[in-house]
C-alpha cells in the first residue's frame, strides 16, 4: 500500500470512527468562548471597562473625614504661676463635603475638643474662688463653608471637563475590546469553515488521485498492446505526479487548519477528532441583514470617542491659563463648657457665630507654558478629528466594499454552482456511454475529475461567502454587552 493510499484510509477510519461526535459551529463558539485565551482575555476587557464606566463620577462624589487627635503639653518651670503645668487635649472632627457639577464646592462639619489644664497647687486656691475656673472643659464647633470659583472652573467647567476625560476614554478603550472580541469570534468562524472545506479537499483530492491512477494504470495496458502511444502513458502519470502534490499539499493545509482550529478553543495538539457541519449547512443558517448605510462599527465609536477625549483634556488644560479667583463664605458656631451637652447647645445656638466672607486669588506666573501647552493639547484634539474623519472614511468604503463583495460572490457562486452541474451531468452521461461501450474508462475518469473539482471550486465559494457574512455579523456589533452572549 502507498503512502497516499495509507493515509486516505486512516483519515477515512478517523472520520468513520468519529462521526457520531459531530461538532456544530454553535458548539465550537461556545468551547472557544469558554476556554479560547484571546476571547476570554477580550471579554475580560469588556468587563473590566463595563465596571470602571462611572469611574468619573467619584469626582463629585461626597467625602466623608474622620480625625481624632490627642495632645499632651507640660509645662516644667511655668512663668506665670498661674499658668497650667500641663495641657491634655482630646479632639475629634468630623467632615463631610462634595465637589457640585455646576461649580461650588461645599463642606459640612463638626469638631469637639474637650481639655484639662492643671495648675500649681499655690493657685489652686485662688482660681477655684472664681466663677469660670474650669479645670476641664469642651469646645463645641459645628462648620458650614462654601466655595465657589469665578473664573477658572467657572460653572465646574474644567471638573467637568476632567469627568467627561476619564469617562470617553474609557468608553474608547471598551468599544475598542468589544471590537476585539468579536473578531476573535470571526476568525475562529472563519477557522471552522477553512478545516471544513480543507477536509472535503483532502478527500477530493484523494479520490482524484485514485481516479489519476486507474487512468495512469488503463494507459499503461494500451501502451503495452501498442493501442496507444508511450507519450500517452507519460501524460498520465504526470497527473498522477501532479495529482500526489495537490493531496499532499491538501494534508499539509488540512493539519495547519486543524492547529488554527484547535488554537481558539485552547486545545495545543492538532488532532481533531469530532466531524464538523457542511459548509452548505452553515451557509444556509446564516442569517445576516446587511443594510446599505454602513454600521457604527465599534471601532469607529471608540475613534469618536477618541476624539470627544482629546477635546476634554483641551477644555481641562485651557482652563489652567485662566486666573483662579474663588469666593469663601463659611460659618462655624461656637460653644464652650465644664461639660459636652451645654458645650454642643451653645455651639448650635446663634450667640457665638463666626462669619467668614472672602476671595482667594490666584495666577500662575509662568502663562506663557500653560499657554504652549493648552495649544499642543489642541492640535492633539485638531489630530483625533482627522483621524475620525479619516475612519469614517474607511468604515464607509469597507462597508460597500463588502456589500459589493457579497453581490459579486452571489454571482460567481451561481455561475460555479451551473459549472458544478454541467460537469456532473457531463460524468453521468458519461458513465452511461461507458456502459454502453461508447467511450472510454479514461474519458469517464478525466470527467469525473473535472467534476471533482468543479465541486472544490464552489466550495471555496461558499466559504468565500460564509466569511463576508460573518464579517458583516462582526461589523455590526454596535452595543458593548459586557455578558459576551450573542
Same mark, same amino acid.
Given at each position: ?5 495509507? +493515509? ?16 456544530? $459551529? ?10 479560547? *485565551? ?7 476587557? +469588556? ?5 470602571? &464606566?462611572? %469611574? ?45 457639577? !455646576?461649580? *461650588? ?8 475638643? #474637650? ?35 469665578? +473664573? ?40 471552522? @469553515?477553512? /478545516? ?5 479537499? $483532502?478527500?477530493?483530492?484523494? #479520490? ?7 487512468? @495512469? ?8 498492446? #501498442? ?39 485552547? +486545545? ?54 485662566? *486666573? ?14 465644664? %461639660? ?16 467668614? $466672607?472672602?476671595? %482667594? ?24 478629528? /482627522? ?33 458544478? &452541474? ?11 456511454? /461507458? ?11 478525466? !470527467? ?11 466550495? &471555496? ?7 463576508? $457574512?460573518?464579517?458583516?455579523? @462582526? @461589523? ?11
Amino acid at each position: 500500500m502507498s503512502r497516499f493510499h495509507a +493515509v486516505a484510509v486512516l483519515f477515512i477510519l478517523a472520520q468513520a470512527a468519529f462521526a457520531q461526535d459531530k461538532l456544530v $459551529l454553535d458548539d465550537y463558539l461556545g468551547q472557544v468562548k469558554a476556554k479560547g *485565551p484571546a476571547y476570554r482575555a477580550a471579554q475580560a476587557s +469588556v468587563e473590566g471597562y463595563e465596571k470602571q &464606566s462611572h %469611574q468619573q463620577d467619584l469626582l463629585y462624589s461626597p467625602q466623608l473625614g474622620l480625625s481624632y487627635g490627642h495632645q499632651s503639653n507640660y509645662q516644667l518651670q511655668p512663668n506665670n504661676p498661674f499658668y497650667p503645668t500641663s495641657t491634655l487635649g482630646d479632639s475629634f472632627i468630623a467632615s463631610l463635603s462634595d465637589k457640585l457639577p !455646576f461649580g *461650588p464646592s461645599i463642606s459640612l462639619g463638626y469638631a469637639v475638643t #474637650n481639655v484639662n489644664l492643671e495648675f500649681p497647687s499655690s493657685a489652686l486656691a485662688f482660681l477655684g474662688s472664681l466663677p469660670n475656673y474650669y479645670p476641664e472643659y469642651f469646645q463645641a464647633a459645628p462648620v458650614a463653608s462654601l466655595s465657589m470659583p469665578l +473664573v477658572k472652573d467657572f460653572l465646574g467647567t474644567q471638573t467637568h471637563a476632567g469627568a467627561k476625560k476619564v469617562q470617553y476614554q474609557l468608553e474608547s478603550a471598551s468599544q475598542g475590546a468589544v471590537f476585539q472580541r468579536e473578531q476573535v469570534l470571526f476568525n475562529a468562524k472563519v477557522a471552522y @469553515w477553512r /478545516l471544513a472545506l480543507a477536509r472535503e479537499t $483532502l478527500a477530493i483530492r484523494q #479520490n482524484t488521485l485514485e481516479r489519476s491512477q486507474k487512468i @495512469w494504470e488503463w494507459t499503461k495496458r494500451r501502451v503495452a498492446r #501498442n493501442l496507444a502511444d508511450p507519450p500517452d502513458a507519460l501524460q498520465a502519470e504526470a497527473s498522477v505526479r501532479v495529482a500526489e502534490l495537490d493531496l499532499e499539499t491538501a494534508q499539509e493545509d488540512e493539519r495547519s487548519a486543524r492547529l488554527e482550529f484547535n488554537r481558539y478553543r485552547n +486545545v495545543p495538539e492538532d488532532q481533531v477528532p469530532e466531524k464538523l457541519g457542511s459548509l452548505e449547512d452553515s451557509l444556509a443558517g446564516m442569517k445576516v441583514e446587511v443594510p446599505e448605510d454602513p454600521a457604527a462599527r465599534m471601532d469607529l465609536r471608540a475613534t469618536e470617542s477618541t476624539a470627544l477625549q482629546q477635546k476634554a483634556v483641551f477644555d481641562e488644560a485651557y482652563q489652567n491659563i485662566l *486666573p483662579d479667583i474663588t469666593l469663601l463664605a463659611s460659618y462655624q458656631g461656637n460653644g464652650l463648657g465644664s %461639660q459636652w451637652g451645654p458645650a454642643n447647645d451653645m455651639a448650635f445656638g446663634t450667640d457665638h457665630p463666626v462669619w467668614t $466672607l472672602g476671595a %482667594q486669588f490666584n495666577l500662575s506666573l509662568d502663562v506663557f507654558t500653560a499657554q504652549r501647552t493648552a495649544d499642543g493639547y489642541e492640535l492633539n484634539y485638531k489630530s483625533a478629528q /482627522l483621524a475620525l474623519e479619516d475612519k469614517k472614511a474607511e468604515v464607509g468604503q469597507q462597508w460597500q466594499d463588502l456589500r459589493h463583495h457579497l453581490t459579486d460572490v452571489d454571482k460567481r457562486l451561481e455561475m460555479a454552482a451551473q459549472i458544478e &452541474s454541467i460537469q456532473k451531468d457531463k460524468a453521468d452521461q458519461e458513465k452511461t456511454r /461507458l456502459e454502453l461501450g461508447r467511450t472510454t474508462q479514461f474519458q469517464l475518469l478525466s !470527467f469525473e475529475n473535472d467534476y471533482s473539482l468543479a465541486r472544490l471550486n464552489r466550495l &471555496s465559494l461558499v466559504l468565500e461567502k460564509l466569511s463576508y $457574512l460573518a464579517q458583516a455579523q @462582526w @461589523w455590526l456589533t454596535t452595543e458593548p454587552d459586557a455578558s459576551g452572549k450573542d
